[in-house]
């Protein structure tokens, strides 16, 4: 039996997003997104998940374009045992292309993700990431990404006989090439 079947699940997503342009490079958007979860196994971490978020899609420039979006997501549970989540979330992205060769990404979010630790029911995370993309020949690009975030668990953990709300600071590094 593989470690990882109790994440199997299915999960069920309606979701739409509207645009409205009202300047000649700026939208408004309106973003909708319902899931249900359903374990495969016993559990008590079936449940639905809402989100309603509103934003802002603008090219700054011709080389820049950017889309900041914020709202509110709800994580239900089936079970009682369980801690619902409601809350804010948000997300940033700016995109620059330097050159037709040469750009850059820049993104931050706060989301909601559920957790493999005993214990706590979902955990946020508030992270901020960074990619620079060098296009070498016309279908292979070099690539260098990092990422840096805090993770912050919503029940206390306890190991041996301390008892404590687990926060987690995450950093990513990464080098590549695309084809």
């Given amino acids: 039996s593989d470690i990882s079947n109790f994440r199997d699940r299915k999960e069920d997503t309606a979701s739409g997003t509207l645009f409205y342009r009202f300047l000649p490079k ?29 934003g802002i899609k603008w090219e700054v420039t011709e080389k820049m374009t950017g889309t900041i979006k914020a709202g509110y997501l709800k994580k239900d549970f089936e079970s009682s ?8 979330i948000f997300s940033l992205a700016i995109d620059h292309q330097f050159t037709e060769f040469t750009s850059i ?13 005993v214990g ?9 990431y960074g990619e620079f993309t060098q ?20 029940k206390a953990i306890t190991v041996g006989t301390v008892t404590d709300i687990r926060e987690d600071r995450v950093w990513n590094a990464g080098a590549g090439l695309r084809y």
Avoid: C
């Fill in 26 to 54: 700026t939208s408004f958007l309106l973003e909708y997104d319902f899931t249900r979860v359903k374990y495969d196994h016993e559990t008590d971490l079936d449940g639905d998940v809402t989100a309603i978020l509103g």
């Fill in 135 to 154: 296009r070498l020949t016309s279908k292979i690009s070099a690539v260098i990404n990092g990422s840096y975030g805090v993770e912050k668990y919503n």
């Fill in 105 to 117: 990404r820049l993104m931050g979010e706060r989301r909601i993700n559920e957790t493999n630790i």
């Fill in 81 to 88: 045992v369980r801690n619902n989540f409601d809350g804010v």
């Fill in 120 to 128: 706590p029911d979902y955990s946020t995370i508030t992270e901020g």
